[in-house]
């Protein structure tokens, strides 16, 4: 979806979608992700990365049974703001390191890096919305 704000005198695109909490939604996530910033001719890298990342986050750790997660991308001006929502409030993300053995457990160091901001929003619940803001 396209649109002109007249208050800021730029265009609204945003883009939305509710997935599956499991390892094939986070990956359509990405996937579909990608190729709706192509379709706005913004670079792939890195909100690829940072789709990829938030929407595994909300697979692994925001997952109940039965509810989904919602990807929400959008622009305003020169700012893509990148949302991932899903339904455990109660689990909040904190980056942590890993061990040098460990597996997983970087996601959130590597949004961190990658982002020019990124946070934690508190919906209705059961619902948390994380977040990542890049500038174009």
């Not at 939604?25 to 001719?41: D, F, K, M």
């Not at 061990?99 to 160091?109: D, F, M, N, W």
């Amino acid at each position: 979806m396209t649109q002109k704000s007249p208050e800021l005198g730029s265009t609204i695109r945003n883009f939305s979608l509710q997935l599956s909490p499991t390892p094939r939604g986070a990956r359509l996530a990405r996937l579909l992700a990608t190729e709706q910033l192509r379709s706005w001719g913004l670079p792939l890298d890195p909100a690829e990365q940072i789709v990829a990342e938030l929407a595994t986050n909300a697979a692994t750790h925001g997952r109940i049974p039965g509810r989904d997660f919602r990807l929400l991308l959008y622009v305003v001006a020169d700012t893509l703001r990148i949302e991932v929502t899903d339904t455990r409030d109660d689990q909040l993300p904190t980056p942590q390191l890993p061990t040098p053995e460990s597996e997983s457990g970087r996601g959130l160091l590597l949004v961190d890096a990658l982002a020019d901001r990124w946070g934690v929003t508190h919906g209705l619940p059961p619902r948390k919305t994380v977040w990542a803001e890049l500038a174009l």
